[in-house]
């Protein structure tokens, strides 16, 4: 496995939540699961730590990183701002059947209102990975997209927290669709002023329920 495989993959199980903020990512035993060399463990630990994926603490070695609830507020402001922004260049540089495949996937009756109803939380952030993936590229902004993701993979452990907070599936599903309407009609000032209205709605679960977070 190449260092930037392994540092992919290292990356992957902490968005994943496995392991969950402040456990322990010990280098020998990771090296032998992954069949490399500690080197190239050592190496993607240093390139998670760069993200803020992980940090190293004095006499425990590197923990998955467990930021509190005040640096957390300050990452949803950013990508308050950031997702606003990405919506509305993706709906400058696009064109309605642009958005087809994400229209069939929010609409109704295949299967999201389900998910919701369900907490079916795998399928419903797969589609949102879907959308913030579509509007990215399609929003066609090197540097915006270089700084979205380092500010996501932050966040991305604590979203899966905030959408099983009661309700917030069903909210958040109402919200992307509005979103992607106004995507289609290319409406930029509107699906601008939508997502960033998402992205408060989850600050303020996040400020809501910060004792179960």
């Known amino acids: 496995m190449k260092r930037d495989s392994v540092e992919e993959e290292l990356r992957r199980r ?17 090296a032998e699961e992954l069949g490399v060399s500690r080197f190239a463990v050592r190496s993607a630990l240093q390139a998670l730590e760069a993200r ?47 958005w087809s495949e994400l229209q069939e996937l929010f609409a109704e009756g295949n299967g999201l209102d389900e998910a919701a109803d369900e907490g079916d939380i795998d399928l419903f952030l797969a589609a949102i990975d879907r ?11 090197t540097f915006l997209a270089e700084t979205l993701s380092g500010v996501r993979d932050q966040s991305h452990v604590l979203r899966r927290r905030i959408l099983m907070t009661p309700g917030r599936m069903k909210e958040s599903l109402a919200e992307h669709r ?35 977070l």
């Not at 939540?17 to 456990?23: H, I, M, N, R, Y």
């Not at 994926?53 to 300050?74: F, K, M, Y």
């Not at 959308?131 to 902004?141: E, G, K, S």
């Open 14 to 30: 902490i968005l994943d939540g496995k392991p969950a903020p402040g456990e322990r990512m010990p280098e020998v035993q990771l």
């Open 52 to 98: 803020k994926l992980v940090e190293r603490i004095p006499n425990a070695g590197v923990v998955v990183s467990q930021p509190d609830h005040t640096r957390l507020e300050e990452i949803y402001d950013v990508l308050e701002l950031l997702e606003g922004l990405a919506a509305r260049l993706a709906a400058q540089k696009s064109t309605p059947g642009d």
């Open 131 to 141: 959308y913030r993936d579509t509007v990215i590229r399609l929003a066609d902004q």
């Open 178 to 212: 509005g979103v992607i309407d106004a995507l289609v009609q290319g409406d930029a000032e509107k699906a601008e002023a939508l997502k960033r209205r998402n992205m408060q709605t989850a600050r303020k679960r996040l400020v809501r329920f910060r004792e179960y």
